[in-house]
């Protein structure tokens, strides 16, 4: 036995239907049964069913032959399953566990495969909140909070719809005051909301064209505060660069170059020997 069912492990049938003796010991999650037919495979199934459902499922002819009684056991490990069956149906039944309190019962061992089968003509009896019940069991779902959430949704809705039952009450009693004597002329009204139509329409191209004008008046001042910036810099720039230049002016009026007029004098005189 799993967390999640029964796992077979182990099947033994003696004098069953059509079986003589046969013992099936499974290897992984699937067993395939093969033979030509009347040769026992249905008799297989059916002996699990037998064994485990009891009367309900025991056929009229349970046991083969000649024999004396029809033995089915059921190996699923902590639990072990054996019925014993008689020519005129009468049978008996043996449950092995390893829970100490498990029932040897049939009601114990239906209330087992309850919780572990499906009966799908059972259940498309059942009303439709019970068999939403059972598909939200079965398959581990929990919806509270979806219900919840339904009913408040209902609750809702069935508030709204009172309120507009008694809106519509309260219109049916309501005075409307009498229509226009004249009567209406319904495509002026119509050329009224195209002209009030194309109004907006050209409203909005102006709104749309008055905020591009003012996005290029705003870049255009943005460059001209940096043109002036700029502006400002290159003067100050000029103003340094103005000073500096009338004072190395000054200095460059000053300035008188040496000539070679008196060192080509001085050259021409006889050289003086300094030999003692």
């Known amino acids: ?20 003796a046969v013992r099936i010991k499974p290897q992984g999650s699937t067993v395939e049964l093969r033979g030509r037919n009347a ?12 064994a485990l ?26 639990l072990v399953v054996t019925r014993e069956i008689r020519p005129d149906g009468k049978h008996t039944l043996k449950i092995q566990s390893a829970d100490p309190n498990q029932p040897q019962t049939q009601a114990a061992l239906d209330e087992l495969l309850g919780q572990l089968s499906f009966d799908p003509s059972s259940f498309i009896r059942l009303p439709a909140k019970e ?17 919840e959430a339904r009913k408040a949704a209902f609750d809702e809705r069935t508030v709204v719809n009172r ?4 809106t519509e009450a309260a219109m049916l009693k ?4 009498d229509g226009p004597d004249e009567p209406v002329d319904v495509a002026a009204l119509l050329r009224e909301l195209e002209g009030m139509g194309a ?12 905020s591009s004008a003012e996005r290029e008046r705003a870049a255009a001042m943005h460059r001209v505060d940096e043109l002036e910036r700029l502006l400002a810099e290159a003067r100050l720039v000029r103003d340094a660069a103005g000073e500096r230049s ?4 000054e200095k460059v009026r000053t300035l008188v170059d040496p000539t070679r007029a008196r060192y080509r004098a001085r050259s021409a005189r006889p050289m003086r020997s300094t030999r003692s």
């Open 131 to 147: 068999q939403a019940a059972q598909l939200r069991k079965a398959l581990g779902i929990d919806t509270t909070a979806l219900d």
């Open 163 to 166: 309120l507009v039952e008694r």
């Open 174 to 177: 309501a005075e409307f005051p």
């Open 53 to 78: 459902v009891g009367r309900d499922a025991i056929p009229s002819s349970p046991v083969h032959g000649s024999s004396k009684r029809a033995t089915i056991k059921c190996d699923f490990g902590k």
């Open 199 to 210: 109004q907006v329409r050209k409203n909005d191209e102006l709104r749309a064209e008055a």
């Open 1 to 20: 036995m799993s967390d999640n069912g029964l796992t077979l492990i182990l099947l033994e049938v003696e004098s069953f239907k059509r079986i003589r």
């Open 39 to 50: 040769q026992g495979k249905s008799s297989v199934l059916d002996a699990i069913e037998a």
């Open 246 to 249: 009338v004072t190395l002016t």
